[in-house]
């Protein structure tokens, strides 16, 4: 059965990192993309980075630069997905959830169309 468990989320201060794992049971979750979006209170969710089956890793706007997603997929049980997020800011506030893509085709994996599965997410909140 396919799952996503996110971890990692809390409280930081701005300027400061904080890293965040998804783990990705299924085998489903080898074949497609995963992403990561995020969503503030009263906005709407948006998307943060995604990595292709193959390597590929696209970013949303305000993020390339300072998050690096990657991904780890050595085990066949089980398919990882980071997000290392630095220099971060008090509008990188919001709840960040991990999803399971349908495709990786990366303009759909970009929206939340291009993805099936999704985690319970995780809190971030920068202080300024």
């Known amino acids: 059965q396919e799952q996503l468990v996110e971890a990692g989320g809390g409280l930081v201060q701005a300027g400061g990192s904080l890293r965040l794992s998804c783990a990705a049971s299924g085998r489903r979750f080898h074949s497609y993309g995963m992403g990561w979006f995020r969503q503030a209170p009263g906005k709407e969710r948006e998307f943060v980075a995604a990595v292709t089956s193959g390597g590929t890793t696209i970013y949303g706007d305000g993020v390339e630069g300072r998050f690096t997603a990657s991904r780890d997929a050595r085990d066949n049980a089980r398919n990882m997905l980071y997000l290392e997020m630095n220099s971060l800011k008090p509008g990188d506030t919001a709840e960040y959830y991990c999803?399971?893509?349908?495709?990786?085709?990366?303009?759909?994996?970009?929206?939340?169309?291009?993805?099936?599965?999704w985690g319970q997410g995780t809190q971030v909140t920068v202080s300024s």
């Open positions: 999803a399971g893509g349908r495709t990786n085709h990366v303009a759909t994996l970009r929206t939340a169309r291009g993805y099936s599965f």
